[in-house]
């Protein structure tokens, strides 16, 4: 197959959750910032601002091109919600450029707004309305996390913005957004979760992106972080306090205790069920989950006085970005294997009854 074909393939496989791969190396690069490592950090932001781009460029085709199957992923409740990695790529991306390019960082919040609110109130009011076969929370699975990952993201970036340029008007939507994230949070642990519980499980329904379970509360902590940055004079700051920073701690405690069970998950996946171990895009959705962590344990354990919870945030570092390299191998050897007639993970998901 010519080039042109392979990139036309891949674009009309595009999956919902691509971006994940941005979100993953942003993150990563933003924790190595932490441990003192530019070089790796300014490497990570080369790879993930080029991968943005070429993502971008690859949604506006095939939107253009293959409008159906966008629209047909969008209603599928399996899949649907990884167009919320788009929001956090836009968000994660310009969380880095703040420090040297704060225009940059407010141009790429302004992007993912609109993507946000399609995604609320035009995707998820279509799965709660639109025509079924059957309820969407029968296909709830990890991917519905990203939901709030893209949703904090927000209160992230805002928050970020305004501390470091001190303009004393975003404090509100911040805490606004984190608020709206925690509530999600809530909804959609105990949707999935007892979706796990009371339905049989097999190998490939036991997918990667059960690692955002972690992620979300990661991004919510890192979050609750940039929103008690703020002045303390703010009233929204002053009647909010204490119950960020409790609940913030609480978050933070909630994603250690999952971690374990979700190393459990992939060793009966690949142990016990001996599921091959091949190159799918939702694998970055696992290692964005320990970058994440990794950046806001940092983050936190400097905040409030932790030295033990910075500390695993340092060592945490260093796991995701091994994690990193695991994975770009396998997408480096998957691409190199010309596999474009192959039925893709997300399509074996959105086909799935």
């Known amino acids: 197959m010519k080039a042109g074909q392979r990139i036309g393939a891949a674009v009309r496989k595009l999956p919902p959750g691509a971006f994940a791969f941005v979100m993953a190396t942003g993150i990563v690069a933003a924790a190595f910032s932490l441990v003192d490592q530019p070089a790796v950090t300014m490497t990570l932001l080369v790879v993930a601002v ?20 966008v629209y047909a992923d969008a209603r599928n409740p399996a899949i649907a919600f990884g167009y919320a990695t788009i929001v956090a790529a836009l968000n994660v991306v310009g969380a880095l450029f703040f420090s040297f390019a704060p225009l940059v960082t407010v141009v790429l919040l302004c992007l993912s707004a609109p993507f946000w609110l399609l ?8 799965l709660m309305l639109g025509p079924q076969e059957g309820p969407p929370a029968l296909k709830a699975n990890g991917s519905w996390f990203i939901w709030v990952v893209a949703t904090q993201s927000i209160s992230v970036v805002t928050g970020i913005i305004d501390h470091g340029l001190e303009w004393n008007l975003l404090g509100l939507i911040a805490v606004g ?13 105990v949707i999935i979760t007892l979706r796990l519980l009371t339905t049989t499980q097999d190998a490939f329904g036991i997918r990667p992106t059960y690692w955002v379970y972690m992620g979300a509360t990661a991004i919510t ?19 909010t306090h204490d119950f960020v920073s409790g609940f913030t701690f609480m978050l933070w405690a909630f994603g250690v205790w999952w971690t374990p069970l979700l190393v459990i998950f992939g ?27 990794s950046v806001a344990s940092i983050h936190l354990g400097q905040l409030l006085g932790l030295p033990v919870v910075h ?34 993970t997300t399509e074996k998901i959105a086909a799935a009854r």
């Not at 695993?312 to 691409?335: D, E, F, H, P, Q």
């Open 177 to 189: 957004m984190w608020s709206i994230g925690v509530i999600l949070y809530i909804v959609l642990t």
């Open 119 to 126: 995604l609320t109130y035009g995707i998820a009011a279509g």
């Open 221 to 239: 902590v890192y979050a609750g972080w940039s929103i008690l940055s703020l002045l303390t004079d703010l009233p929204i700051m002053q009647a």
């Open 267 to 293: 060793l009966w996946r690949h142990a016990v069920k001996r599921y091959p171990v091949n190159y799918e895009s939702e694998l970055w959705s696992m290692v964005f989950p320990l970058g994440m962590f």
């Open 50 to 69: 080029a991968g943005l781009v070429a993502l971008l460029a690859a949604l506006v085709w095939r939107i253009l091109r293959h409008w159906k199957l």
């Open 311 to 344: 500390d695993m945030g340092v060592i945490c570092t260093w796991i995701a970005g091994l994690a990193w390299i695991a994975v770009a191998i396998l997408m480096i050897r998957s691409a190199l294997r010309n596999r474009d007639q192959e039925q893709t």
